[in-house]
T-cell receptor, first 112, second 115 residues
Framework: GENVEQHPSTLSVQEGDSAVIKCTYSDSASNYFPWYKQELGKGPQLIIDIRSNVGEKKDQRIAVTLNKTAKHFSLHITETQPEDSAVYFC???????????FGDGTTLTVKP | DTEVTQTPKHLVMGMTNKKSLKCEQHMGHRAMYWYKQKAKKPPELMFV???????INESVPSRFSPECPNSSLLNLHLHALQPEDSALYLC??????????????FGPGTRLTVL
């Protein structure tokens, strides 16, 4: 089955700096890659996603890049703010599969 | 409206109790999911319903019993749970399983404690 590895497990940055979280996946059939943000006491919330026919997607301060050949995708957050502090999960899935495989999560701390 | 609601927010139960978790969405989604999440871990898939039929059961113990009464509601019935079942139980929904959109929308979860 699919295996997703996520790095780093913890990341601490100064407010205003950029943060990058990387994930690799094993199954070349995976074609949908969402990123979720989970704040303490809440459910995961989708922040951005990318499909395998696209190499990069951007939404304001958040961007995701996908390298299908290398089977890895990354989340980039620019101009970080304290409210970006949370656990971030990447995931990989195939259309029609009904299942997503999650990475183990990255705890991001943005220091004011 | 991209909201999935879950009740109750918190639940404490003994090992002999029977309780139910409820999940509701009004986005017209036809796929609904139950996940279990332990502290500092990713969500683990338990069950998937597609068009009110159980589509995936990830070998979950029978003390967890899912039910999908209609396309907007999803229940998880709990009976004779163990302390190790204490976790955050998350519900999610997506448009379908068969389409190209697999975006899942999660609810806030029910924090379950089994004594």
């Amino acid at each position: 089955g699919e295996n997703v590895e996520q790095h780093p497990s913890t990341l601490s940055v100064q407010e205003g700096d950029s943060a990058v979280i990387k994930c690799t996946y094993s199954d070349s059939a995976s074609n949908y890659f969402p990123w979720y943000k989970q704040e303490l006491g809440k459910g995961p919330q989708l922040i951005i996603d990318i499909r395998s026919n696209v190499g990069e997607k951007k939404d304001q301060r958040i961007a995701v890049t996908l390298n299908k050949t290398a089977k890895h995708f990354s989340l980039h957050i620019t101009e970080t703010q304290p409210e970006d502090s949370a656990v971030y999960f990447c995931a990989a899935s195939m259309a029609n599969a009904g299942k997503s495989t999650f990475g183990d999560g990255t705890t991001l701390t943005v220091k004011p | 409206d991209t909201e999935v609601t879950q009740t109750p927010k918190h639940l404490v139960m003994g090992m002999t109790n029977k309780k139910s978790l409820k999940c509701e969405q009004h986005m017209g989604h036809r796929a609904m999911y139950w996940y279990k999440q332990k502290a500092k871990k990713p969500p683990e898939l338990m069950f998937v319903y597609s068009y009110e039929k159980l589509s995936i059961n990830e070998s979950v113990p029978s003390r967890f019993s899912p039910e999908c009464p209609n396309s907007s509601l999803l229940n998880l019935h709990l009976h004779a749970l163990q302390p190790e079942d204490s976790a955050l139980y998350l519900c999610a929904s997506s448009q379908t399983l068969a389409g190209s959109t697999d975006t899942q929308y999660f609810g806030p979860g029910t924090r379950l404690t089994v004594l």
